[in-house]
């Protein structure tokens, strides 16, 4: 959990992992949230992080 809300902190300020730039480790880190989902380790009450997963799954690079 300390590493989602660090992980959320940092998406106050950027719009992915590397900043403004779309990236591998956005596509490893929204798969990593959907595992994380289905076992039961939700972090979408976490608004950035949420955002986050939104915007990446949306993106035809990752369907």
Known sequence: RDTAVLLDAHLANNQFLLGDRYAIPDM???IV???AKNVGQDFFDLPNLSRFYAVV???AAFQ
Do not use: K
């Open 57 to 59: 799954t949306a993106r």
């Open 28 to 30: 490893t880190l929204a």
């Open 33 to 35: 949230m959907g595992f």
